[in-house]
């Protein structure tokens, strides 16, 4: 077996043992982790993993590939996890042992102010994952309609005064363009003065979701997985706030999006999961003193079953 493959400081990952715990089934399988980041549960996989497993690593963002350990078992792929399943037909694989996901930001996105992911930093509104895309914030702020960036921030940053806040934004763009994450700060003052940085996260967490279309992607991800992980495989996803987790215990509870249980004859659920705990596995005290930013993190397992898989072309989401 390789030698022990140490973390990088770019990122320290949340639910790390637990997550690689509930992942690993057979040292000698094939597995996916679709966030790579910096790398932290690739690295504990491959500790995990004998001479002859191997480890596909997504990634879009290309900070993120300085990071990729010299292992003969590894493949880090320039790519978005929404189309995993014809990466991993391209290298020639067709089904895996198991799939991860840790659906955060990194640290180092947060902590680079020239990414404009975080409102510590006076920087350009960017928020880009895949900075080759041409979408950023700054133009989701200046250039959408009021009633499509009300919904936006009501529908990914769960703000009640979603439509007020976009009037303001709207009136105040027409005087002088919002380009920077100061700028945005200072046109939203009336609500930041009352809810402080609380309504300044929701703000951004709808913008980081619209210009990368998450949800989007995470909805056409969770649809390839049952295709692409054996039976008894294990699907670990770890999310941070109420819209992703929903999709995700819904997914792994019975198969869609919307939760929808279908029973056969015989009263069992129908579904190419199984979920193996009844509540989300949550950061212990320790984990959180070390890393605060692992206190929102919520951990959810599937195990594959043997129930045939319907048509996922069918159940492509819509915007």
Not at 51 to 67: I, M, P, R, T, V
Not at 94 to 114: I, N, P, R, T
Not at 291 to 301: C, E, I, K, V
Request: charged share 25%.
């Amino acid at each position: 077996m390789s030698k022990q493959l140490h973390q990088s400081p770019y990122h320290i990952p949340v639910l790390l043992q637990p997550a690689v715990n509930m992942l690993i089934t057979n040292p000698d399988g094939i597995y996916v982790d679709l966030t790579f980041g910096g790398g932290g549960h690739s690295r504990e996989i491959l500790n995990r993993l004998s001479e002859n497993g191997k480890l596909y690593a997504f990634d879009q963002d290309d900070d993120a590939h300085s990071n990729a350990p010299d292992d003969c078992r590894f493949t880090l792929i320039k790519g978005n996890f929404r189309f995993f399943e014809n990466y991993l037909r391209f290298h020639q694989t067709h089904q895996v042992s198991g799939v991860l996901a840790d659906l955060g930001v990194s640290s180092h996105q947060f902590d680079e102010a020239s990414r404009g992911f975080s409102f510590r930093f006076d920087a350009p509104l960017d928020m880009r994952m895949d900075k080759t895309q041409t979408l950023m914030a700054q133009h989701v702020i200046n250039d959408y309609k009021e009633e499509q960036l009300a919904d936006v921030l009501y529908l990914y940053g769960e703000l009640k005064q979603s439509r007020q806040m976009a009037k303001e934004i709207v009136g105040n763009r027409k005087e002088r363009k919002i380009i920077t994450t100061n700028d945005l700060q200072n046109v939203l003052k009336k609500w930041t003065n009352t809810h402080g940085k609380n309504l300044m996260a929701q703000v951004f967490q709808a913008l980081r979701i619209e210009v990368n279309q998450e949800l989007d992607a995470l909805k056409e991800m969770l649809y390839q997985t049952p295709s692409v992980i054996q039976p008894s495989g294990r699907l670990v996803i770890i999310s941070y706030h109420s819209l992703e987790d929903r999709l995700v215990k819904n997914f792994i509870r019975s198969g869609n999006m919307e939760g929808h249980i279908k029973k056969d004859l015989f009263g069992n659920i129908i579904a190419p999961f199984k979920p193996l705990h009844l509540k989300a596995v949550m950061p212990d005290d320790d984990e959180i003193c070390n890393n605060p930013r692992a206190r929102s993190a919520r951990l959810r397992t599937g195990e594959r079953n043997n129930q045939p898989i319907e048509d996922s072309s069918k159940k492509q989401p819509i915007r």
